[in-house]
């Protein structure tokens, strides 16, 4: 589908600096608070935000029919499950129009625009969903290599089941939070390799995972499945996801029944949730899949994303070092696959549900996307630029992801999520 908020050679009233990640064809949507102001719903275009409970209450997204409360929302849960993703693509085209170099409509109402138009720098972003339920898959074939080389050996690296479906778990959905706020070492029991007994404490291998999340609209009633080829109509949109580890936590744990304390204490999301319609633009071929996958899962050879992605750890003093370079088009299972596979048993998904696509690893070193696999379980150590070293994440230490897709001169970015660890309580 073509789909005219995408045209290249829009161009918009709105300033938009070179290397933006929010050109018009972008237009994220999140939850903004602007200074002196409750929260509502914001979409962001350049260095700015615009206010849609401000364009609501003037008149000026009136033919889309949607209560004007949503607009007013704590999250944008209300206004997807208003809008569904015929509405959502119709409000974002509404948007492209008004902020279009040719539509003096918002631009001409100075009074609106200068209320509606907000710096970027006065107003908090908040968490954009309320996430009712969360699993985390395994999707990339590089990183399920890489760990099992270290647990097991390199013939047996990846587990029968692996390359015949998307392997995942239900993660915790409460400890999902935001860009900006910081989370506390996780305790627990580890079991230290020379070690008789387990020992309790603070996490001495907490790690990031570079990820991607997928938030879901209302999905069918329980016992229906969604199909490959209908998943592009219950998903709609992407966000930047470090699903936090503490890897030392994790071994001792996992066995039977996989994680739990090693990974509910927190996971960090992007303020901004960019459109699936957005990235249309960016879609290419996904990897061949051997053996052939059974009859549910397969589905048209252009299911991945080119979407670069990014970890940096900045320092206490404030120096960042770029650690790793990805790319989400490394992943194995798309999530096309990845929503087929969830709810192939009938499962039901809610407005808002995250899906978070595992570690993304691509075959380089350099492209690894933990520092599990970066430091090799710790055994080589991550310069940093301030001559410190890293075998896995320290108190003090802030992990930022980063991520875009760029095509045709035109850059759709994710901003960026980062989380500053803080002492064990």
């Not at 990640?21 to 972008?26: G, K, R, V």
């Not at 033919?63 to 206004?79: D, I, Q, V």
């Not at 996307?369 to 080589?380: C, D, F, R, T």
């Not at 992801?401 to 002492?423: D, N, S």
Request: aromatic share 8%; hydrophobic share 40%; net charge negative.
């Amino acid at each position: 589908m073509t789909i005219a908020a995408n045209n290249p050679e829009l161009r918009s009233w709105v300033e938009v600096p070179a290397n933006s990640d929010f050109p018009i064809q972008n237009l994220p949507f999140g939850i903004i608070r602007p200074t002196g102001k409750t929260a509502r719903v914001g979409v962001a275009i350049g260095h700015y935000v615009l206010d849609l409970y401000v364009l609501a209450s003037h008149g000026l997204l009136r033919e889309l029919g949607f209560p004007k409360a949503c607009y007013g929302s704590r999250h944008l849960n209300a206004l997807m499950q208003a809008a569904g993703k015929s509405g959502m693509r119709a409000l974002r085209q509404r948007i492209s129009d008004l902020l279009n170099a040719d539509n003096d409509e918002l631009r001409g109402a100075e009074l609106v625009r200068n209320e509606a138009l907000i710096p970027s720098e006065h107003v908090d972003l908040l968490m954009p969903v309320r996430v009712r339920d969360y699993t985390d898959f395994y999707a990339s074939e590089q990183h399920a290599y890489n760990v099992g080389c270290m647990f097991r050996d390199p013939d047996n690296a990846l587990m029968p089941n692996w390359k015949h479906l998307p392997v995942g778990y239900h993660g915790r959905a409460s400890s999902i939070v935001v860009s900006g706020v910081p989370l506390h070492r996780p305790k627990g029991q580890r079991k230290p390799p020379d070690a008789d007994a387990p020992v309790f404490g603070p996490s001495t291998r907490l790690d990031f995972e570079l990820e991607m999340g997928f938030v879901t609209f209302a999905g069918k009633p329980l016992g229906e499945s969604i199909s490959v080829a209908e998943a592009d109509d219950y998903i709609f949109g992407l966000m930047l996801f470090n699903d936090w580890s503490a890897r030392d936590i994790q071994a001792w744990e996992y066995v039977p029944l996989g994680p739990f304390l090693g990974k509910n204490f927190g996971s960090s999301v992007s303020p901004w949730v960019v459109t699936l319609d957005a990235l249309e633009p960016f879609i290419v071929p996904g990897p061949e899949q051997e053996p052939e996958v059974l009859d549910y899962l397969r589905q048209d050879s252009n299911g991945h994303y080119d979407v670069a992605l990014e970890a940096w750890i900045e320092t206490p003093a404030g120096v960042e070092t770029r650690v790793t370079e990805s790319n989400l088009k490394h992943l194995y299972w798309s999530m096309r696959q990845q929503l087929a596979h969830h709810t192939v048993n009938g499962c039901n998904i809610n407005v808002a549900d995250m899906l978070a696509s595992g570690t993304i690893s691509g075959s380089e070193p350099h492209e690894y996307g933990s520092m599990l696999e970066l430091s090799w379980a710790g055994s080589k150590p991550v310069a940093l630029k301030d001559g410190s070293e890293r075998k896995f994440i320290e108190d003090g230490d802030t992990v930022i992801l980063r991520g875009h897709a760029e095509k045709a001169g035109v850059r759709v970015g994710f901003g960026e999520v980062r989380c500053q660890i803080q002492p064990a309580l």
